[in-house]
């Protein structure tokens, strides 16, 4: 068969091939925005060391400072706290002191609101209200050791751990 033969028929077998089909979808996207929430940072007070001598009977004992940070924070105008860990024996407004080694005796701890006063923050507080402003917030509290009246003290090592819950709103 000559050249131009087979050209007339490749052209012809190409002509009869039948065209692609076009066809259509709708691509649906879908999603959903969730409440804002904030980063809460892991906090830690570290009381001083104190001699039990210099411990008050009955009072709250060489308080410190600290908070509670929010960073990071999207639409969110509050956080609401609630607090769980294991309270003192004998004593609900206050927590056990729960050191795993070398743990002192007759010592418990307290944990405060804010920078002064004397609202007690304790096992299953909840409903705790903290102002979000722009990214960020701070809800400031204070810890100290607590010795009750008559209490036999022992030295050791003192620590609680608290879970801090923060929903936001």
């Known amino acids: ?11 012809a077998l ?43 009977s009955g009072a709250d004992s060489h308080i410190k400072a600290g908070a509670l940070a929010f960073n990071g924070c999207v639409g969110v105008s509050k956080a609401v ?3 769980a860990g294991t309270a003192a024996d004998g004593d609900a407004e206050r927590w ?3 050191a795993a080694t ?20 304790k096992d299953g507080d909840t409903g705790i209200d903290v102002p979000v402003t722009g990214a960020t917030a701070r809800y400031d509290l204070r ?3 607590y010795a009750p009246a008559g209490a036999s ?3 050791g090592e003192v620590s609680t751990e608290i879970v801090v819950t923060a929903d936001y709103e």
Do not use: E, H, Q, W
């Open 81 to 83: 706290l609630s607090f």
């Open 96 to 98: 056990k002191n729960t």
């Open 143 to 145: 810890a100290a050791y």
């Open 1 to 11: 068969m000559n050249l131009f033969k087979r050209v007339t028929l490749c052209t």
């Open 14 to 56: 190409l002509a009869t091939t039948p065209l692609a089909l076009a066809d259509t979808a709708t691509l649906t996207i879908s999603g959903r925005v969730l409440p804002g929430t904030c980063t809460l940072v892991d906090a830690s007070i570290a009381l001083d060391p104190v001699k039990a001598s210099d411990l008050t």
């Open 153 to 155: 003290l022992r030295a």
């Open 102 to 121: 070398d743990p002192a005796g007759g010592v418990s701890i307290s944990l405060l609101a804010g920078t002064t006063g004397t609202t007690y923050l």
